[in-house]
């Protein structure tokens, strides 16, 4: 614990807006670093600037002999220092000697817009429809499934997998599907960057056959790890699909097999009238399977 022998303030960093600090906006020169208060009694004594990290490791030091006109000192972070510590929560001081150590500046080190994004949908419990292993989304996607990346000064953006993401002019990616796709930013004065975006946690409803009798279509979706859908995937099928859902997928118009209600039957899913009902598992309906993200 320092003792504070006169109250020095933290120091100002530039860059840094509610407690981060982007690493790719730094200038080349590095981010300023600013010693406001410095007085001429001082003159003679040296100014060591100092970055760690929340557990104390020193990423950046520098001294600063202190002269006698009670100026402002500035001393910059080198961009690479900051750079090589993305995504950590750093402090930011100073101690003069003979005099005191200052309050610390505290901010984190965001990851820029080079650094892996995880886009987890899980909480939102959304569900996309696939035909031919495609991905089929609704017409109107919800909000949730739209995140923004910008890059300063990009003119343009383009996804490696539009299956997966698409992107627009400004940086905005809409979820399409369950996967990883690299998004680049292109026209900024830096140049071009990437970064990865794994897009995960949506439920999948995959259409699988034509035509089998619940037996069949049990045993269709064991063997590619799916599971027949319950009441509650249909209601949230529902929910983010417009009726007819069917004649949106292109599908032939009769019921879906559902999970098994006893007595010979199981549930049956009219994709288009949206109705529930049950049916004869020797019936010959459409088979669905489920990937519960």
């Keep these: 614990?320092?003792?504070?022998?006169?109250?020095?303030?933290?120091?100002?960093?530039?860059?840094?807006?509610?407690?981060?600090?982007?690493?790719?906006?730094?200038?080349?020169?590095g981010a300023m670093a600013s010693i406001l208060e410095v007085l001429p009694a001082w003159n003679g004594e040296t100014?060591?600037?100092?970055l760690r990290d929340d557990k104390g490791t020193?990423?950046?030091?520098?001294?600063?002999?202190?002269?006698?006109?009670?100026?402002?000192?500035?001393?910059?972070i080198p961009k690479a220092v900051l750079m090589a510590n993305?995504?950590?929560?750093?402090?930011?001081?100073?101690?003069i000697t003979d005099i005191g150590t200052s309050h610390p500046l505290e901010f984190k080190l965001g990851q820029g817009f080079s650094g892996a994004v995880e886009f987890d949908l899980a909480e939102h419990n959304y569900m996309v429809a696939y035909t031919h292993s495609e991905a089929r989304p609704p017409e109107q996607l919800p909000a949730f499934t739209r995140m923004q990346r910008a890059l300063p000064g990009a003119t343009g953006y383009s996804s490696s997998d539009e299956?997966?993401?698409?992107?627009?002019?400004?940086?905005?990616?809409?979820?399409?599907?369950?996967?990883?796709?690299?998004?680049?930013?292109?026209?900024?004065?830096?140049?071009?960057?990437?970064?990865?975006?794994?897009?995960?946690g949506i439920r999948e409803f995959h259409v699988l056959s034509n035509a089998a009798d619940w037996s069949g279509a049990e045993?269709?979706?064991n063997q590619v790890g799916l599971t027949l859908p319950t009441t509650g995937d249909f209601s949230r099928l529902?929910?983010?699909?417009?009726?007819?859902?069917?004649?949106?997928?292109?599908?032939?118009?009769?019921?879906?097999?559902?999970?098994?209600?006893g007595a010979g039957t199981a549930y049956t899913f009219d994709l288009n009238s949206g109705d529930t009902e049950s049916s004869d598992t020797t019936s010959l309906l459409q088979v669905v399977g489920v990937l519960r993200g």
């Design 1 to 29: 614990m320092s003792s504070i022998r006169f109250e020095l303030s933290a120091p100002i960093l530039a860059g840094v807006v509610n407690g981060q600090l982007d690493p790719e906006s730094v200038p080349e020169s």
């Design 58 to 76: 020193v990423l950046d030091e520098q001294e600063w002999p202190i002269g006698p006109h009670g100026l402002p000192i500035s001393l910059p």
């Design 219 to 221: 045993a269709l979706c």
């Design 86 to 95: 993305t995504d950590k929560d750093v402090v930011l001081d100073y101690r």
């Design 47 to 50: 100014l060591t600037l100092s």
């Design 238 to 261: 529902k929910q983010f699909y417009p009726l007819p859902i069917g004649f949106y997928l292109n599908l032939p118009d009769y019921p879906v097999w559902g999970a098994f209600l």
């Design 163 to 200: 299956k997966v993401a698409r992107v627009d002019n400004l940086g905005v990616v809409t979820a399409l599907g369950n996967g990883q796709a690299s998004i680049t930013a292109s026209g900024a004065p830096s140049g071009p960057a990437s970064y990865t975006l794994t897009v995960k």
